[in-house]
T-cell receptor, first 115, second 114 residues
Framework: GAGVSQSPRYKVAKRGQDVALRCDPI?????LFWYQQALGQGPEFLTYFQNEAQLDKSGLPSDRFFAERPEGSVSTLKIQRTQQEDSAVYLC?????????????FGNGTRLTVT | GNSVTQMEGPVTLSEEAFLTINCTYT??????LFWYVQYPGEGLQLLLK?????DKGSNKGFEATYRKETTSFHLEKGSVQVSDSAVYFC?????????????FGTGTLLAVQP
């Protein structure tokens, strides 16, 4: 597609449920990022892939969060045993390269609400 | 660690008013600096960027100058329009890092009234 696509657009989960959020980056983009954006805040870095390799996962808030990109294209962010504090918009971004000046292209995000 | 501080919003202006949104940063080395914009219901979009001191980024009538001496990257526009209403995020990309990971400010909501 022309841009970064994320699904679902909205997700409501009961506390304790597992969720999986999908990201389809722009075709050919090497780098892929996941960010978490709480209400009224800026996006906060979660994790980064270069192709299929997860090079940085320093932003994942707990071991309940897991991300993968097995074929270097589509990525999935999984949250196990969701908690209310996980409620946020989860943003995916891709870029053509890992060069520091290579702009990030963001998807519209998945809004997760944990009840 | 590296961080970005933006002026708090909301900023409410009348159409054709002058806009300034302040942004300062803390970073080791020489980061690249960015402004992203998020229109209602849409994803973040790159507005402009500057990669070294004294560079000026510009786009759609917006501009920002990378000031190393004051560690600032203030966003300005001479005459805002209703269509500029959005949330604006200042961000930096760490120099020397292995990635183009961005660190964002908290965002500033701009509301332009006709």
């Amino acid at each position: 597609g022309a841009g970064v696509s994320q699904s679902p657009r909205y997700k409501v989960a009961k506390r304790g449920q597992d969720v999986a959020l999908r990201c389809d980056p722009i075709s050919g983009h090497v780098s892929l990022f996941w960010y978490q954006q709480a209400l009224g805040q800026g996006p906060e870095f979660l994790t980064y892939f270069q192709n299929e390799a997860q090079l940085d996962k320093s932003g994942l808030p707990s071991d309940r969060f897991f991300a993968e990109r097995p074929e270097g294209s589509v990525s999935t962010l999984k949250i196990q045993r969701t908690q209310q504090e996980d409620s946020a918009v989860y943003l995916c971004a891709s870029s053509q390269s890992g060069n520091r000046d290579s702009p990030l292209h963001f998807g519209n995000g998945t809004r997760l609400t944990v009840t | 660690g590296n961080s970005v501080t933006q002026m708090e919003g909301p900023v409410t202006l009348s159409e054709e008013a002058f806009l300034t949104i302040n942004c300062t940063y803390t970073a080791t080395g020489y980061p690249s600096l960015f402004w992203y914009v998020q229109y209602p219901g849409e994803g973040l979009q790159l507005l402009l960027k500057a990669t070294k001191a004294d560079d000026k980024g510009s786009n759609k009538g917006f501009e920002a100058t990378y000031r190393k001496e004051t560690t600032s990257f203030h966003l300005e526009k001479g005459s805002v329009q209703v269509s500029d209403s959005a949330v604006y995020f200042c961000a930096l990309s760490e120099y020397g890092g292995a990635t183009n990971k961005l660190i964002f400010g908290t965002g500033t909501l701009l509301a332009v009234q006709p």
